[in-house]
């Protein structure tokens, strides 16, 4: 098969106009010596794939995404080049990739209520790099609940650990968030006003397993409603409706006394009233208090993270409109950016310098956290139709993240596949996929997504893409390789 340029121009009529094909992946790259080609200006992502594909002589067809000065292609090139102002004349730097591969649903575990929170352990997960200790084949998936329980499932459905009831040191309201520390402890938090942190240990044989509590942490007001944690140092970090970011430590040492005010009274009839009951067990568990509280939101804070590049700096997201910078060496505000709507999530992309926050407008804004810069939204992405309450970055490209909505839905976005906004700083972007709720009628329209409200989501490169909400029920999806990692260009 030829794969002379002059003899592919003289097969394609019509306006033309040069291209010069690039990839990032060596096993599909072009020969060295391929140049520039004559194809039509009609020629869309179909087209194109099957150009490149006659240039690499492929014994079965390879279906390609293409991108132009990086974003995505979506229109002919003739349609491009009208509305980027250039003529046929200039010759265009077309890079292909692999086309995405459609999540595919491998599983629902069973809840008895709803699913508030969702977390991996693995081998390539935060916990399970710290430690090197997961086997593959042994991955976990942590749930907490709206009925105050935490579980930990293997990946066959089975629960191999439940946390303590109400008065044997567990949540005694339901659970808002939950994180693997380590292979080894969990920590979690409420509507209690609590951080509580469990020790999880395995049977040998890997069928059964314990989740035992180790310290109770006071300090905030409010209900906690997100958390994050940065292994190495273990140390945590807390969103709480009552305005404040808490930092904490999971090291018993390491962490001050609670304050006594904010401690449950031991035996009072409220207490045995609330809790059901009170046992010695209860009130032997170490209470610890946080080592600072940020105060400088002025609305619920409702989520927080590390920086992934600097773990002495967090960021964190409220009601109040705005994401805040915070240096946790001096516990002091570095920076503040204002946006126009509540925001309710967050996440990093670090190789691309953003932070994406999703809001209660229904769409997710990406922002560029550096100080030095002035624009506030570099991009914008649309399509839920409802809150946006959870976000995970991809783990095996730079470029993606995942959410999760009130619509009752998970998007997967690719930060390239974006197209001009009036009235939107940095343009709009589309999501590539929406992972809807299994199990749902065919055809039936819930109205806000309503009974199928999706309250967390966690993307992970072993297990794929978890997710948790009002039907109760923990959803996997498979999530590896669906946006393919890019490499340096060759």
Same mark, same amino acid.
């Given at each position: 098969?030829?794969?002379?340029?002059?003899?592919?121009?003289?097969?394609?009529?019509?306006?033309?106009?040069?291209?010069?094909?690039?990839?990032?992946?060596?096993?599909?790259?072009?020969?060295?010596?391929?140049?520039?080609?004559?194809?039509?200006?009609?020629? $869309?992502? +179909?087209?194109?794939?099957?150009?490149? #594909?006659?240039?690499?002589?492929?014994?079965?067809?390879?279906?390609? &995404? %293409?991108?132009?000065?990086?974003?995505?292609?979506?229109?002919?090139?003739?349609?491009?080049?009208?509305? &980027?102002?250039?003529?046929?004349?200039?010759?265009?730097?077309?890079?292909?990739?692999?086309?995405?591969?459609?999540?595919?649903?491998?599983?629902?575990?069973?809840?008895?209520?709803?699913?508030?929170?969702?977390?991996?352990?693995?081998?390539?997960?935060?916990?399970?790099?710290?430690?090197? #200790?997961?086997?593959?084949?042994?991955?976990?998936?942590?749930?907490?609940? +709206?009925?105050?329980?935490?579980?930990?499932? #293997?990946?066959?459905?089975?629960?191999?650990?439940?946390?303590?009831?109400?008065?044997?040191?567990?949540?005694?309201?339901?659970?808002?968030?939950?994180?693997?520390?380590?292979?080894?402890?969990?920590? !979690?938090?409420?509507?209690?006003?609590?951080?509580?942190?469990?020790?999880?240990?395995?049977?040998?044989?890997?069928?059964?397993?314990?989740?035992?509590?180790?310290?109770?942490?006071?300090?905030?007001?409010?209900?906690?409603?997100?958390?994050?944690?940065?292994?190495? @140092?273990?140390?945590?970090?807390?969103?709480?409706?009552? #305005?404040?970011? /808490?930092?904490?430590?999971?090291?018993?040492?390491?962490?001050?006394?609670?304050?006594?005010?904010?401690?449950?009274?031991?035996?009072? =009839?409220?207490?045995?009233?609330?809790?059901?009951?009170?046992? =010695? %067990?209860?009130?032997?568990?170490?209470?610890?208090?946080?080592?600072?509280?940020?105060?400088?939101?002025?609305?619920?804070?409702?989520?927080?993270?590390?920086?992934?590049?600097?773990?002495?700096?967090? +960021?964190?997201?409220?009601?109040?409109?705005?994401?805040?910078?915070?240096?946790?060496?001096?516990?002091?505000?570095?920076?503040?950016?204002?946006?126009?709507?509540?925001?309710?999530?967050? @996440?990093?992309?670090? @190789?691309?310098?953003?932070?994406?926050? /999703?809001?209660?407008?229904?769409?997710?804004?990406?922002?560029?956290? $550096?100080?030095?810069?002035?624009?506030?939204?570099?991009?914008?992405? $649309?399509?839920?139709?409802?809150?946006?309450?959870?976000? !995970?970055?991809?783990?095996?490209?730079?470029?993606?993240?995942?959410?999760?909505?009130?619509?009752?839905?998970?998007?997967?976005?690719?930060?390239?596949?974006?197209?001009?906004?009036?009235?939107?700083?940095?343009?709009?972007?589309?999501?590539?996929?929406?992972?809807?709720?299994?199990?749902?009628?065919?055809?039936?329209? $819930?109205?806000?997504?309503?009974?199928?409200?999706? %309250?967390?989501?966690?993307?992970?490169?072993?297990?794929?893409?978890?997710?948790?909400?009002?039907?109760?029920?923990?959803?996997?999806?498979?999530?590896?390789?669906?946006?393919?990692?890019?490499?340096?260009?060759?």
């Amino acid at each position: 098969m030829s794969t002379d340029p002059a003899t592919a121009a003289k097969a394609l009529p019509g306006a033309q106009v040069k291209v010069q094909f690039a990839t990032r992946h060596p096993d599909i790259s072009l020969p060295e010596n391929t140049g520039p080609i004559l194809v039509p200006t009609h020629l $869309r992502r +179909y087209g194109l794939s099957s150009v490149v #594909n006659h240039l690499l002589a492929t014994s079965k067809p390879i279906p390609f &995404n %293409f991108l132009i000065g990086g974003a995505f292609l979506h229109t002919s090139i003739d349609s491009y080049l009208t509305a &980027n102002g250039l003529s046929s004349e200039t010759t265009l730097t077309l890079e292909y990739v692999r086309s995405l591969i459609p999540p595919l649903y491998l599983a629902s575990f069973e809840h008895d209520d709803w699913v508030s929170s969702v977390d991996v352990l693995s081998n390539t997960s935060i916990a399970g790099r710290s430690s090197f #200790n997961v086997e593959v084949g042994q991955e976990r998936i942590l749930s907490g609940s +709206y009925d105050g329980l935490l579980r930990v499932w #293997n990946m066959s459905a089975q629960v191999l650990a439940t946390s303590a009831s109400v008065g044997a040191g567990g949540h005694v309201s339901p659970v808002k968030a939950a994180k693997f520390i380590t292979p080894s402890e969990v920590v !979690s938090s409420g509507l209690d006003r609590t951080v509580r942190i469990w020790r999880y240990s395995e049977a040998p044989d890997h069928l059964s397993a314990e989740l035992e509590p180790m310290m109770e942490l006071y300090g905030h007001t409010g209900s906690v409603d997100s958390l994050a944690v940065y292994s190495p @140092t273990m140390k945590i970090l807390s969103a709480s409706t009552d #305005n404040t970011v /808490g930092v904490w430590s999971a090291n018993k040492r390491e962490a001050p006394p609670a304050p006594s005010q904010l401690l449950p009274p031991q035996n009072s =009839s409220a207490t045995r009233s609330k809790r059901r009951k009170t046992t =010695s %067990f209860d009130s032997a568990i170490p209470r610890r208090g946080p080592l600072t509280l940020l105060k400088s939101h002025i609305a619920p804070v409702s989520s927080t993270i590390f920086s992934p590049t600097d773990s002495t700096v967090a +960021y964190s997201v409220s009601w109040d409109h705005t994401l805040r910078t915070w240096d946790l060496t001096t516990a002091s505000l570095v920076d503040t950016r204002t946006t126009s709507h509540p925001l309710l999530s967050l @996440t990093s992309l670090p @190789t691309l310098h953003l932070l994406a926050t /999703g809001t209660s407008a229904r769409h997710i804004t990406l922002i560029d956290p $550096r100080v030095n810069t002035t624009t506030i939204s570099t991009l914008t992405l $649309r399509g839920h139709t409802n809150a946006v309450v959870s976000l !995970s970055r991809d783990p095996d490209s730079e470029w993606s993240l995942v959410s999760g909505s009130h619509d009752g839905t998970c998007r997967i976005w690719d930060v390239r596949s974006t197209k001009p906004g009036q009235g939107v700083s940095g343009g709009v972007g589309e999501s590539m996929y929406t992972i809807k709720r299994e199990g749902q009628p065919e055809g039936v329209k $819930r109205v806000g997504g309503e009974g199928v409200k999706v %309250f967390g989501v966690c993307w992970d490169k072993e297990v794929g893409i978890v997710s948790g909400g009002e039907d109760k029920k923990l959803q996997v999806n498979r999530g590896k390789g669906i946006i393919q990692q890019e490499k340096e260009l060759l």
